[in-house]
């Protein structure tokens, strides 16, 4: 039986600046590859306050997901008091319903939706944005019902935050993609 893909987003809370955060993910990354996938690493945009600094996306099948973040031995290398790991849950990608061009100047702005924010058309119409990715909760134990990854050039994202954030029941930030050497 093939088994669904599951996106697993795993957030991070610190004020740890990026190198000292990129250099102990590194190692737990190398930990947490499924068959060669690469998760892929996001931070905060500079001048953006969100309760989540870090965001991780592991891709893997269904129910076999394992992160070394979470295991019951305490890890030296990222004492807990420097970070707070939130796994926010496994969330199955949705047929896009338009496939646009991502640009190379494209940044990601995050929305976490709650599980009473259900109007996904709503966000499909929204304008400035170049490529939607709609992740829905997989799993019933998920922190949010839905979390849109919208592609966006980094001159409009201010415009569509703003518009995100007067909805009632939307989480939303800017990030870029970190480099990271897993």
């Known amino acids: 039986m093939i088994k669904d893909t599951v996106i ?4 991070f809370a610190t ?23 690469e998760p ?8 953006i306050k969100n309760k989540y600094r870090y965001i991780s996306q592991h891709e893997c099948p269904g129910g076999d997901f394992h ?29 896009a319903k338009k496939k ?3 640009e190379d100047d494209d940044v990601k702005l995050l ?34 019902g839905h979390i849109l990854e919208f592609y966006i050039a980094e001159a409009n994202a201010g415009e569509l935050l703003l518009q995100l954030q007067q909805r009632h029941g939307v989480d939303a930030a800017i990030y870029k993609e970190c480099a990271v050497t897993a």
């Open 15 to 37: 004020k740890l600046e990026p190198d000292q955060f990129i250099s102990e993910w590194d190692s737990f990354a190398k930990k947490i590859r499924y068959k060669k996938q």
């Open 111 to 144: 929305a976490f939706l709650s599980h009473s924010e259900n109007d996904i058309d709503f966000y499909r119409q929204l304008s400035l944005f170049n490529h939607l990715d709609i992740y829905e909760a997989y799993y019933e134990s998920c922190t949010y």
């Open 67 to 95: 992160f070394s973040f979470m295991i019951k031995s305490r890890s030296e290398s990222l004492p807990e008091h420097h970070v707070r790991v939130v796994q926010v849950g496994g969330y199955k990608l949705l047929p």
């Open 100 to 102: 646009h061009r991502e």
């Open 8 to 11: 697993q987003f795993v957030c």
């Open 40 to 47: 892929v690493l996001l931070e905060l945009a500079a001048d």
